[in-house]
């Protein structure tokens, strides 16, 4: 498979540490409110990655962290924790704020089809760790205590900017969210690991540590966790593209420092989904989240398959006509997936081999997504028999997690049903024609006391007869 690597700016062949076995690891959300679709087209485009390589046979041991500390409003290390942020704004504990976010973000990614990583660790169930690799840094020389803080020395490294090499100069810490200098560092670019003095003295949550009562910083979060569950080698990394500066850059420094190797190989970055007017943002405010898509009738695969038409890493920019048009196009899909007759035929192993190689040049190919797509129109045109395109369908879905077939046997069931009723109806109709009938025999019998009886007993239930040259009519009131 060739994979984008931002480490060397280029597509590469994914070759993993153990033949066979890959580890990757995921930085997760930082749960101080809901994740917005911004956020899960990043966790999306990570699952597509993951289900691909089991696909391609690969055994994946996946990790991601749950950020329910550290994580400050500047990635720079200035500002409150945007977990205590949360918490205030809703009256509730940190602990309490962390938890519901957390819940919440699992059901998102359970409506996207997005797989629950196999390991999900809370960064608060891990303090242990970050404090054992501080004190290795501290050991290593690598780290330094100033004002109450441990911070990393940037200037101990033979290179820190390790994926904008040429660009060392623009990049400012904290770009996300403004910069405030800390006089304690003693170069710019040093990054706090373990907090005990920050400006804002009421962070909720706090440990002993051999620097005092305090609390981890964000970046050191996934590197102890990554290492605790991967071990000292990682294949692949993955995160939004805000996070490789200074997030991954930092854990880089730090997990290298640490463990005195190279430690992952392959960094994995997804690029922004935007608004018309810019990036999509939590500490902004305004965002979309699942749960409004829905409020507004879209079924949240109608946005999974909208971001898998576009290419993980171009910017994506979000637009309710946008959604439509997705939308629109996954119903006529799923329209064609339930009109394959799938009792038609058997299994064409050869016709299947020819549309797998389709599908591993699109997604082998640095994850083509919407050329994975096309490979289904592919299939559904071809001149295969309907069970070996619905074999077809059903394997590549398992890995586009689209739930066409589902969505397919929910819409066959629905026309069942509405054929049923339309069946009802004339069954009804029915009745009432043989009633005419039996009337019209009674008449011809002269039997005028038994017509008008049948008469009144359609009148009874609502069908008026009405006697016109052309024949009996009738309507219901
Ligand atoms: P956070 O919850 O802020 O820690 O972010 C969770 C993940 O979403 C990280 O991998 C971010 O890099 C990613 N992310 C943040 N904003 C966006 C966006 N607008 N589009 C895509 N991914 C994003
Ligand atoms: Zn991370």
Not at 274 to 284: D, E, P
Not at 337 to 361: L, P, W
Not at 390 to 405: H, K, M, N, R, T
Request: with cysteine; hydrophobic share 35%; net charge negative.
């Amino acid at each position: 498979m060739l994979l984008y690597n931002s480490l060397t700016h280029q597509r590469e062949e994914f070759v993993p540490n153990v033949p066979g076995q890959v580890k990757m690891y995921t930085c997760g959300p930082t749960v101080y409110h809901f994740a917005h679709i911004g956020n899960l087209r990043t966790y999306i485009m990570e699952d597509i990655l993951e289900k691909y390589l089991r696909y391609c046979g690969y055994q994946v041991l996946r990790v991601m962290n749950i950020t329910d500390v550290g994580h400050l409003s500047s990635d720079a290390d200035t500002g409150e924790d945007k977990m205590l942020k949360g918490a205030r704004r809703e009256h509730k504990t940190v602990m309490e704020i962390a938890q519901f976010y957390t819940d919440a973000f699992f059901a998102d990614c359970r409506k996207l089809n997005i797989k629950i990583p196999d390991i999900v660790e809370p960064a608060t169930s891990c303090i242990p760790e970050f404090i054992h690799l501080v004190e290795g840094l501290l050991e290593k020389g690598y780290a330094y205590l100033a004002g109450g803080n441990v911070y990393f020395d940037t200037s101990k490294l033979d290179e820190y900017y390790v994926f904008n090499k040429h660009e060392a100069e623009n990049l400012v810490v904290g770009a996300r969210e403004g910069v405030e200098e800390d006089e304690n560092k003693r170069n710019k670019t040093d990054f706090v690991l373990w907090f005990t003095k920050s400006k804002f003295e009421d962070q909720e949550l706090k440990w002993d540590s051999p620097w005092g009562v305090g609390y981890p910083g964000w970046h050191i979060e996934c590197s102890g966790i990554s290492i605790k569950h991967c071990g000292e080698y990682l294949d692949i990394h993955c995160g939004g593209i805000d996070n490789a500066f200074p997030h991954h850059t930092n854990e880089i420094a730090q997990s290298e420092a640490y463990l005195g190797h190279k430690w992952c190989n392959y960094w994995f970055h997804v690029l922004h989904l935007n608004t018309t007017s810019g990036k999509m943002s939590k500490s902004k405010g305004e965002f979309l989240t699942v749960s409004l898509l829905e409020e507004k009738g879209y079924d949240p695969l109608v946005y999974r398959f909208f971001c898998l038409q576009s290419h993980y890493r171009r910017s994506l920019v979000f637009s309710w006509e946008a959604l439509d048009n997705a939308a629109a196009a996954y119903k006529k899909l799923v329209t064609r997936v339930a009109s394959i007759n799938d009792k038609d035929g058997t299994v064409n192993q050869e016709g299947m081999e020819r549309f797998r190689t389709e599908f591993h040049d699109a997604l082998g190919n640095d994850l083509n997504t919407s050329l994975a797509i096309t490979v289904l129109y592919n299939v559904l045109k071809s001149d295969l028999n309907g069970s070996t395109k619905c074999a077809l369908i059903q394997e590549f879905d398992e890995v586009l997690s689209l739930g066409l077939w589902s969505a397919a046997c929910r819409m066959r069931e629905e026309m069942a049903q509405k054929e049923k009723e339309t069946e009802t109806v004339s069954a009804e109709d029915q009745f009432i024609v043989d009633a005419i009938a039996a009337r019209a025999a009674a008449k011809k019998a002269k039997n005028y006391a038994e017509a008008d009886r049948i008469r009144d007993e359609l009148k009874a239930q609502g069908i008026t007869l009405i006697d016109t040259p052309q024949g009996v009519k009738w309507s219901r009131d």
